[in-house]
């Protein structure tokens, strides 16, 4: 899965969870993700570690960070994703959609920018 979005990216676990394992064998992350956009609708959110982990203004460098780079991208999860039709080669949610207010709309745009054989990972409370 070379490109990845995240849903509800909040401050990016899930991009230390896929850069953290050196297991992988080849390039990339865990999964074989080497480019991970992070998306939330809170900019707070997004940037809320940043400069935490060695006192500069990157929270993209910590062990591992080279196997998978990011783009963080505030967007209403509501709206249509700003993406064309079949760009994502994998789309995941750790416990965040569960937010959303129209789950079938997002489901639906998920469906959107995912490519044919794409795959949607997600943990939902409820």
Not at 17 to 28: K, N, Q, R, T, Y
């Amino acid at each position: 899965f070379p490109l990845a979005l995240d849903i509800g990216s909040g401050p990016g676990y899930v991009h230390r969870a896929i850069c953290s394992d050196d297991a992988f064998d080849g390039p990339g992350g865990i999964g074989g993700v080497r480019k991970l956009v992070q998306l939330d609708s809170s900019e707070a959110m997004l940037n809320r570690d940043v400069g935490i982990d060695d006192g500069d203004d990157d929270a993209d460098t910590f062990e591992g960070s080279d196997r998978c780079s990011t783009y963080r991208l505030r967007v209403d999860e509501e709206t249509k994703l700003p993406f064309p039709d079949g760009t994502f080669d994998l789309v995941l949610s750790s416990a965040s959609i569960h937010w959303v207010n129209d789950l079938p709309g997002l489901l639906a745009e998920t469906k959107r920018v995912l490519k044919p054989d794409g795959c949607l990972i997600f943990a939902m409370i409820g």
